[in-house]
């Protein structure tokens, strides 16, 4: 059966590759000092309750990274509790880790942040930014497909078989708006190319697509396309804006029903008040705010976003 | 009429002739520019230390999350593996229904990419990182159990008849007879399913514990390619080294390739084996704390969201044939692509010394590169369609068998092709009847295992792909419909039991001359 390693340069070997196996996978672990603390987790097992904060994934990496960092440090320094943020990539993960309680605060979209306060009553609209109350979705067009700018929705008839692209599924501005006021210009998602439109997964894939040719149209939140524009991402003479929706309201901050409960009487207010007191003035706070892109925030109420969930009823992604 | 061996192997390669016809109408090459700055992007990686550091954090969490699922993966997969043996329950009880049985149910698991296993999980666990383990686990354990079971049927069953026949009990009589001819293979595939371990891994992002998936996702996302190259080295970097120490470990320990089936004595290093083994344990147990994993978060269940009244007929009312056709086909175009091109690039530059090693190069890439990564690329310069995706998932694959055939047929040794070549016949000719046509059997029946893994992989380039269960599954997700999630789920499933059938008995013709 087994022949063990007889002299003791064999065997010293043998312990060698053993060891070097085990450890293998184990090296790239220990290379990073602080192996990510698991937030979720954590905050279950502390005695001090510790704010977990997320955001759905609709930014530059880099860019959530330092956004979120700043974020938990200035509401940690608001509030005098632990901030933690925990990252999420997917937006129906989101929504089912608020609603099984393992995310406190969320940065959500429209149609996120309803279907969030459905799957999870009592949750609290808390906030939203000054460009939030009315967003926009721009229609673009690649400038060889022959799609011309129109003044109303009806003008979007002109979709009809062409190749056309949405941004994320759960997007508010990039899925579920457009798919809308496409409706309304009697457009059907089954009408397009290849009888189902794309989803691109994000409004820079959506540029980027329909700039390329791959979709001749697309959909795609006002505040990236223009700030794809200034930075050149978006070249003028490949792809068009074509038409502006009327505004609808967007992202906005949800929290937990029983931070109170958790975290002491009237918290929820007080993180509320935290968000809405970020001015320019204080340089932490400018920082935060020119990521978010807006001036400051202001508070929103739940009733707001009665129209987001009839739309998303309408549209089948609330059900 | 059986085709020869050698034919057989280039066989699926025809694939190409339909693709290269259909090709140009699909080109529209509005985004070669984007490709241009994607490939200068992989000589200017970001080097900023803010993504470096959360880069490399990343990396230890999909290390970590890797070498767990892994590990549970082999555990689960042994014993299951075994309870689906028809051998096992042959010689135990007399009948093999319940293998029978028990490798139909484990077609279940296996339907569902670990990337859905996530989010199900997710949905009655909460955000715990201890899912991010259990979703690989789950669909690599039955994958696991289900070529345990195999090796077991094809393994030589003298030795056991013999040890019956002079009176041995049944356990102690398979245990002796078909434990150690089991071995050699069940380690170098488990060495293999650690590397598939690690790019599952770097595909799960979205469970809190971050990882270079995470990363890998949201730079593609939002086209930062500089920093997404730096995150392609470090995979790379650690891919190969992976790579090269289990291939060296397989070759010091003597084990066969991993699709040849035929009997080879017990590693010569069984003390090596056993220390690695037992290094395994305290090792898992580190990563596990460090990790915070915690097994009985399992158990906390919360109840889904209520169900919409009308939902099953929104949900039966889904255009089924045109999804289940346009995933079949997708799956069929990736894996012929896969199986049939590898065998066919090598043969084409078999006359030249470097022609080897850039191949080897492509291949790595293939398999380095998320199949959403080559999708988007390809959308750059290809409309949208079925056969876009079906060669971002074929080249993905054709990674990961291309380097499996060279291994095999390196493993198969040079004296015939040699002989061939001595005899005068031409470096091509020579490699594919010196080489390839021993392999040609086993490669297939391998190439038919992993057409199981291509059909789960449809989910991530579904939105590729138009309509199919991929696209449709997403779709679902996003609008909370469980209902539907669940009769897509049982279509996944139906496929993949149909497809390990026909390829079942396609094995047995293949493997049986």
């Not at chain 1, 880099?62 to 997917?90: D, I």
Request: glycine share 10%; net charge positive; proline share 6%.
């Amino acid at each position: 059966m087994f022949k063990f390693p007889q002299s003791g340069r064999e065997r010293s070997a043998a312990v060698l590759v053993g060891i070097g196996l085990a450890l293998a996978p184990a090296a790239f672990p220990s290379l990073s000092p602080a192996l990510a603390p698991l937030p979720a987790v954590q905050a279950q097992q502390s005695s001090k309750p510790v704010l977990r904060i997320s955001a759905i994934p609709d930014q530059q990496p880099e860019k959530l990274n330092r956004l979120y960092g700043l974020v938990a440090n200035e509401l940690s320094k608001q509030l005098g509790v632990k901030v933690q943020y925990v990252p999420v990539t997917n937006y129906a993960a989101a929504v089912s880790a608020f609603r099984t309680g393992n995310l406190d605060l969320v940065w959500f979209g429209g149609l996120t942040g309803v279907q969030a306060r459905l799957q999870k009553p009592g949750a609290k609209v808390l906030a939203q930014r000054d460009i939030d109350a009315s967003f926009h979705t721009i229609f673009i067009a690649n400038a060889k497909s022959g799609l011309k700018p129109v003044t109303n929705v009806q003008g979007l008839s002109q979709l009809k078989g062409k190749r056309f692209t949405f941004g994320s599924e759960s997007s508010t501005s990039g899925r579920l708006m457009p798919q809308y006021f496409l409706g309304q210009a009697g457009v059907k998602p089954s009408q397009f190319a290849g009888g189902a439109p794309g989803f691109s997964g994000s409004h820079d894939a959506t540029i980027a697509l329909v700039q390329s040719g791959a979709y001749e149209a697309g959909a795609v939140n006002e505040q990236v396309w223009r700030s794809s524009l200034h930075n050149g991402k978006a070249n003028r003479s490949k792809v068009m804006a074509i038409w502006k929706t009327p505004g609808y309201p967007d992202y906005h901050w949800i929290a937990q029903p029983d931070l109170d409960k958790r975290f002491g009487k009237g918290f929820t207010n007080r993180i509320q008040q935290a968000i809405l007191s970020w001015r320019p003035s204080n340089p932490e706070q400018k920082q935060i705010l020119s990521l978010f892109g807006a001036q400051q925030f202001t508070s929103a109420k739940a009733s707001a976003y009665g129209r987001i969930e009839q739309v998303g009823r309408q549209i089948g992604q609330i059900r | 009429m059986k085709p020869a061996a050698p034919l057989l192997l280039l066989l699926p390669a025809l694939v190409l002739l339909p693709l290269l016809v259909l090709l140009p109408t699909l080109v529209h090459g509005g985004g070669w520019d984007l490709i241009g700055q994607f490939l200068l992007a992989a000589v200017q990686p970001s080097t900023d230390p803010v993504v470096l550091e959360s880069l490399v954090r990343g990396l230890g969490i999909t290390a970590g999350m890797a070498l767990l699922g892994w590990c549970a993966s082999l555990l689960i997969g042994i014993a299951a593996g075994l309870a689906s043996s028809r051998l096992l329950w042959r010689t135990l009880i007399g009948h093999s229904w319940p293998a029978e049985w028990i490798r139909r149910l484990l077609a279940i698991p296996r339907s569902i990419h670990e990337l859905i296993w996530g989010l199900l999980l997710l949905q009655v666990t909460g955000l715990q990182p201890v899912i991010a383990v259990i979703a690989i686990a789950i669909p690599y354990g039955a994958l696991v159990a289900r070529v345990v079971s195999d090796l077991l049927e094809s393994l030589n069953e003298r030795n056991l008849q013999a040890l019956m026949a002079a009176g041995c009990a049944p356990p102690a009589a398979l245990l002796s007879a078909m434990g150690p001819p089991l071995l050699p293979g069940l380690i170098s595939y488990g060495g293999y399913r650690l590397e598939c371990a690690l790019r599952s891994a770097t595909l799960l992002g979205v469970f809190g514990l971050g990882g270079l998936g995470n990363e890998l996702l949201l730079t593609l996302q939002s086209l930062q390619f500089h920093e997404l190259w730096s995150g392609l080295w470090l995979l790379l970097a650690v891919m190969l080294s992976l790579e090269a120490v289990i291939g060296a470990l397989r070759r010091r320990w003597g084990m066969p390739g991993r699709f040849s089936l035929r009997a080879v004595g017990v590693g010569r290093q069984g003390r090596e084996l056993l220390l690695a083994a037992l290094l395994l344990v305290p090792l898992v147990f580190g990563v596990g704390r460090a990790l915070a994993i915690e097994p009985a978060a399992l158990l906390h269940w919360q109840a889904l969201p209520p169900l919409a009244p009308a939902g099953w007929q929104e949900a039966l009312a889904l255009p089924w044939p045109g999804l289940v056709f346009n995933t079949v086909l997708l799956t069929l175009l990736a894996a012929a692509l896969a199986v049939g091109v590898a065998p066919l690039l090598l043969l084409l530059v078999a006359p030249w010394p470097w022609g080897q090693r850039l191949l080897q190069l492509i291949w790595a890439i293939g398999r380095l590169w998320p199949p959403p990564l080559t999708a988007l690329l390809l959308l750059f310069v290809l409309k949208p369609g079925v056969i876009t995706a079906a060669l971002a998932l074929g080249f993905h694959n054709l990674g990961i068998l291309g380097r499996l055939l060279l291994e095999g047929s390196e493993a198969a040794g040079p004296q015939r092709q040699e002989a061939l070549r001595c005899g005068g016949c031409g470096p091509r000719l020579a490699l594919l009847y010196g080489r390839f046509s021993g392999l040609a059997r086993s490669y297939l029946a391998y190439g038919a295992y992993r057409a199981d893994v291509i059909l789960r992989e449809t989910v991530v380039v579904g939105l590729v792909a138009g309509t199919g269960l991929g696209s449709q599954l997403n779709q679902s997700l996003s609008a909370f419909a469980f209902d539907q999630l669940l009769l897509l789920l049982a279509a996944y499933a139906a496929l993949t039991l149909l497809g390990e059938d026909l390829s079942d008995r396609a094995r047995q013709r293949l493997l049986q001359p």
